[in-house]
């Protein structure tokens, strides 16, 4: 299977924050930042593989900046390294001030994908090629972090066979 430059995958996507968007504070709810970066995520991820995907993982979304009504927030997506069958894909949220063009990172997130073959069955994947410092930088911590996220996920299970699915109001 032929690498892939990680620019084939990027997608950017510019919102608005609307007043029907934001919290109490006049910021963004991080649930709707949430939801637009798993959109632009799985966008990035079938750019890539060309095949339906699912998301697997999200590793974390870090606040580190408020996003306010005043701003428009443009998120930034792109696969940064894969394995047999998945892809870790990172994006960025930069807000912008529309009254004085401040810009800043206001959240980073990694979330895994799996690719799907038509039949249901999970497919092989192009690795990547970075080229920007930032791809490399990122590319070259993407095994460090799956392997994080396959140890979390090992935990994640085994506590679900310990949870109970019973229904405690009853």
């Keep these: 299977m032929k690498e892939k430059y990680i620019r084939e995958s990027r997608v950017i996507q510019t919102h608005l924050v609307l007043p029907n968007d934001t919290n109490n504070h006049s910021n963004l709810f991080g649930g709707i930042l949430m939801r637009n970066m798993d959109e632009v995520a799985s966008i990035a991820a079938r750019r890539h593989c060309r095949t339906e995907v699912v998301t697997a993982s999200t590793d974390s979304v870090d606040f580190l ?74 590319h070259e911590t993407g095994k460090d972090r799956a392997e994080v996220r396959k140890a979390r996920k090992k935990k994640s299970k085994e506590l679900a066979e310990f949870l109970t699915l019973e229904k405690p109001w009853e």
């Design 65 to 138: 900046h408020p996003i306010r009504q005043s701003d428009s927030v443009c998120l930034e997506a792109f696969v940064t390294w894969t394995g047999n069958t998945s892809m870790e894909i990172f994006v960025k949220a930069i807000a912008e001030n529309f009254n004085t063009g401040e810009r800043r990172i206001a959240a980073t997130a990694f979330l895994t994908f799996v690719s799907l073959c038509p039949q249901g069955t999970l497919c092989k994947v192009a690795s990547v090629i970075p080229e920007t410092e930032e791809e490399k930088k990122l």
